[in-house]
């Protein structure tokens, strides 16, 4: 934000989204759900949907938050294959000021690699390049990448539900509810209908299910107000863990010894995400794995019964 920016697409496929942004100092950044919006100074912004296979890559002189270092610097979904700490993820690395280098995640080199000329040239296919004079951004693989005028993000944003990182206070809680409360569709369906609730994914809904032990079949309009604010309350506390360790923590008690484990691998991280036929960390019975919005879902049959 705050730079002029050279925009460019290396694979060719959006050049002429890139050059209606090119030149133009971003003017803000912002995420609703799983939506991004970069605005610029001509009233244009590019929206990004990342999907299941979309992220962001940087290189120059780079300032890395807990997110972007447990992500490798690569941005996207967590279900990236890569260079990992555990069976998944990276663990929590030293923050500190910016350097000179490359973060991203791909199985043939490192998750942060030194480089030798600035810029670097793009790896794979990058469909949209983000060029400062100090640092760069590559965009491979997204859903959705598109320049919009205002009109456009409004409407855009207007088709989400409210997301707790944005919409703070009692009205985006009270919204969330009254639409739970009015749907016949089951909460395991509902939590992740982006215009119901802006953000959750596929490991937020199983875990947040468990924790409030509820059966992910139960009917949204059979679910009392207060679980529902519950689920509210929760999901704001689990994303705020989020945002600040850069992983997606979802078990409450633990010792630093089990915490630090954690930390390092998804398979000490989850109460029953991606933990099919394994036991059930509380009850000891099967954690079972159905379809469910298209994405698995995971659940205890007795603790959630």
Known sequence: MGKRVSASSPQGRFAAGAAEIDGHVMTDARAVGKQMFLQ???GLSLHVHLGMYGAWDFAGEITADATVVSAGGRMGQTNQRGTVVGAFEDSLRSIGAPRRTRLRMAESEKLEAPIESFPPEPIGAVRVRLLTADA???LRGPTRCEVIDEQAVLAAIAKLGPDPLVDTG????????????KKPTGIGVLLMDQSVVA???????AELLFRARLNPHTPGNAISEQDIRALWKDWTKLLTIGVRTGQMMTMDG?????YNAALASRADRHWVYHRSGQPCRVCGAPIVMELAAGRTLYWCPVDQA
Do not use: M, Q, S, W
């Open 40 to 42: 610029f100074d001509n």
């Open 136 to 138: 760069v951004a590559d």
């Open 170 to 181: 009692r009205k985006a809680e009270d919204t969330f509810v009254a639409t739970v409360r």
């Open 199 to 205: 953000g959750i994914g596929n490991v937020y809904r």
């Open 254 to 258: 633990l010792d630093a010894t089990a």
